[in-house]
C-alpha cells in the first residue's frame, strides 16, 4: 500500500497572541503524523506576520505552548503565500494530541493549508 499526502487542515488564523495561539492540526490516537507541506496565504492588503508551534502533548492531552516551541517566524507581504515543503519543517508527531498551532499579528487575514500523512501506529 502506497503512502498518500493527505489535507491535514485547512482554515483561517484567527488568534493574535501566543496565549490564544490555536491548532491547525493534531495527532490523531493510533497514528504517526508527518507534516510535509504547509501553506500560508496572505489576504490582507498589508503585511501580517505568522507564528508556528509544534507542540508536545501532555500525557496524551493537548500540550500548552511554550516560548521553545516555536519554529517559524515570517511577515508574509500583502497577498503573499508562503509554502513551507518537508525539506524546511520536518515535523512527525508521534504522541496522541501533539500538536502543530499558529498565530498571527492581525485576525482573520491568513488562510492556512497543511498536508501530510497519517500512519497507523504498528
Do not use: H
Request: proline share 1%; aromatic share 10%; with cysteine.
Amino acid at each position: 500500500m502506497a503512502n498518500t499526502i493527505v489535507r491535514l487542515g485547512k482554515g483561517q488564523i484567527t488568534a493574535t497572541t501566543s496565549a490564544t495561539a490555536e491548532v491547525i492540526t493534531t495527532n490523531p490516537t493510533a497514528y504517526d503524523t508527518s507534516v510535509d507541506y504547509i501553506m500560508i496565504y496572505n489576504t490582507n492588503s498589508s503585511a501580517v506576520t505568522v507564528y508556528l508551534y509544534q507542540v508536545d502533548d501532555n500525557a496524551l492531552a493537548v500540550g500548552t505552548l511554550a516560548a521553545t516551541d516555536q519554529f517559524f517566524q515570517y511577515a508574509l507581504a500583502a497577498y503573499e503565500t508562503i509554502l513551507l515543503c518537508r525539506q524546511d519543517i520536518m515535523i512527525i508527531m508521534t504522541d496522541t494530541n501533539d500538536t502543530l498551532k499558529a498565530y498571527a499579528s492581525v485576525t482573520a487575514k491568513l488562510n492556512y493549508w497543511v498536508f501530510g500523512m497519517k500512519l497507523a501506529d504498528q
